[in-house]
């Protein structure tokens, strides 16, 4: 009994607190957009993430996002095509070194979700893709994508959606790039650009010239959406800010890339086979509905900044050796308290802990290794 009261002061505590899954929960109080001891912070509750460079298999549903599939005639005459938007036009795409940031993909080409657009368009449609977020209740958020678009005659896009009217658009058509050049297209859809089906005129439409070709490397766009303001954002930078049409109700996330040929708008179509990569998707959000909120509350019934875990800004184009970007989902268990992650194949490049049962395994057999002095 001896060897035993002096060894349990030692050894089995330390194996046991090593454990991360026994270690206190982290963030309990939500994500923040700068330090809750700043002048002005953004708060959100609810977490999505997506490392699609490390997500596998043909079920895009199971990382929370829904494939779309419709189509869409050719309507009046500037639109040369119909769109044609195919579910087997995605394409979980991972590395094939689970535990690399860069390296081969498994079926070739840049690895991440892809979003095909078709060369092939004899049948009068443009076969395209689209993607809508399994949650459907963003409202207001910080919302980061790695991306890296198609060439040759498309619009590939990531978005805010619930109607018409009430929409954030980060819109890329590479008929725009030119030269080490590129641009995108911010928008904020209002009443009159639903009515008009043009936001051209709009004073929530902007064309922000981006020093670089998008269609060349992966780079982090981000838009900050709080109830007076649309900021957004490119590896990190501020570029643009909106602060009128600011949508106000909840809605889905989107992600499509797409042709119909018009001259005016996404040119092309592309005669051959054409993708946008996605390498992640990282978003914070409040969410529209009841259920979230009761469990937040249940989590954090007042809130306390230390309690709060800040969201790390992602400061450069997340390419070769910058690949390897913060996932609150890959930093321990404790991370993400009542929120749904996904499968991730990418657990080897961080430190492996002993699981429960092999630590419960290793008391067991110190006790009885105790008990038998
Ligand atoms: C974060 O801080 C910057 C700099 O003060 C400020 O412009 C921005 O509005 C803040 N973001 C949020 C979401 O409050
Ligand atoms: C998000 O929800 C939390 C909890 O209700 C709230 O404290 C915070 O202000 C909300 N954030 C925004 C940007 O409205
Ligand atoms: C895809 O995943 C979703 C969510 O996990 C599941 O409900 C669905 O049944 C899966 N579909 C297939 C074809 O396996
Ligand atoms: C869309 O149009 C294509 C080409 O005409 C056709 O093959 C496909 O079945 C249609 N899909 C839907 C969902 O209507
Ligand atoms: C979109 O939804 C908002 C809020 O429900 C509504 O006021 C607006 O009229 C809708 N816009 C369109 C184009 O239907
Ligand atoms: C936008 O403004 C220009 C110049 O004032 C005008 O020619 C054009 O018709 C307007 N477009 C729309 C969609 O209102
Ligand atoms: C290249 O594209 C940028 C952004 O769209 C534009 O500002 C610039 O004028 C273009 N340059 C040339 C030479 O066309």
New binding site residues.
Partial sequence: MWGFRNAIGTIPWLVLCADPSLANADCECGYS??KTS?????LFTELQENDFLHSKGDNVTAFGWRPQQFNVSKGDATNPYGKDFEVQNLELNPLKDTKSWSGESENGGDAGMRLWVRGDHSHGYVSSAELASVRDDVLYGSVRVGMKLGQSGTCGAFFFFFNDSQEIDMEFLSREFNNSQGAVNLVLQSLESAHNRDAANSSTYHVQHLDFRPDQGFHEYRF?W?PNRV?FFVDGKFIYEMTENVPAVGGHLQMNHWSNGNPLWSGGPPTKDTAMTISYVKSYFNSSATAPHQEYKKRCPKLDPAKVCQIPDQTKAPNGKDAQTFFFSQDGPGKTPGQETFPLTNKASHHVTPSSPLSIAIFAAFLSWAFFQ
Avoid: E, S
């Fill in positions: 957009v700068n700043d002048a002005r912070f953004g900050d709080t900021a």
